[in-house]
């Protein structure tokens, strides 16, 4: 039975605007991660952002679109954020490879892909979102977190994800502040999902 939902949850991704649409349900419609994010803006006035793996954008309307970069290595999901949001600047990469040509960012946003990322991969993709934040600014890494005792709902949300690398706390924490130090932490539930949330800061030069 997972595995015919599975399969019509892989079609599902393979569209990006059903990508798109779809994971509102589980999410809760963002209502508890888009607060935090725009917290971290708020603290920063109105910052240069890069959004590292940022899919179909649905974090991009947080942001000045003038001071906004988001980078996907999925071309669909890409052109479909940039037809969403033709103000707003997309490029396709693999973050885990890619040789930027960008001065850097107050703001990078890692949300919902390290999980995707076995550690070699996650510490490459962390090492390029180091690089890319300014000294002084800030990396802000949200990510799916495995609780123990979590609800049998959450567990089947998390299988169909392909969220082969869904880390405990600890894990998560050993990961990201071997890029950055890590300033706040917290653990909360968006939707059915829970997540981990890393905000580190960049020392001044
Ligand atoms: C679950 S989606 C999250 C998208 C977006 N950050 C959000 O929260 O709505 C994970 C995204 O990471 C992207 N991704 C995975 N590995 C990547 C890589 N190496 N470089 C760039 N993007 C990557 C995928 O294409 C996908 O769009």
């Given at each position: 039975m997972l595995r015919l939902i599975r399969r019509v949850a892989d079609r599902l991704a393979l569209t990006p605007a059903t990508f798109h649409w779809v994971r509102k349900?589980?999410?809760g419609n963002y209502q508890a991660t888009k607060p935090r994010v725009a917290a971290v803006r708020d603290s920063m006035g109105d910052?240069?952002?890069?959004?590292?793996?940022?899919?179909?954008?649905?974090?991009?309307e947080l942001f000045d679109p003038a001071r906004y970069l988001g980078v996907d290595i999925?071309?669909?999901?890409?052109?479909?954020?940039?037809?969403?949001?033709?103000?707003h600047r997309f490029l396709v990469a693999d973050v885990c490879?890619?040789?930027?040509?960008?001065?850097?960012?107050?703001?990078?946003?890692?949300h919902g892909?390290?999980?995707?990322?076995?550690?070699?991969?996650?510490?490459?993709?962390?090492?390029?979102?180091?690089?890319?934040?300014?000294?002084?600014?800030?990396?802000?890494v949200i990510e799916d977190v495995r609780l123990a005792g979590a609800p049998l709902v959450t567990r089947i949300v998390h299988r169909l994800d392909y969220g082969d690398h869904i880390r405990d706390v600890p894990a998560w924490q050993?990961?990201?502040?071997?890029?950055?130090?890590?300033?706040r932490s917290e653990t909360y539930s968006s939707g059915v999902c829970p997540y981990h949330l890393m905000?580190?800061?960049k020392p001044a030069a």
């Open positions: 349900l589980p999410e910052p240069r952002v890069l959004d590292l793996g940022c899919g179909t954008a649905e974090y991009a999925h071309p669909g999901y890409v052109r479909f954020a940039q037809r969403r949001l033709p103000r490879q890619w040789k930027p040509d960008e001065e850097p960012f107050d703001l990078v946003l890692v892909v390290l999980h995707h990322l076995d550690d070699a991969r996650a510490q490459a993709f962390l090492h390029t979102a180091r690089s890319l934040v300014r000294p002084g600014g800030k990396l802000l050993a990961l990201v502040s071997g890029v950055l130090p890590i300033a905000l580190c800061s």
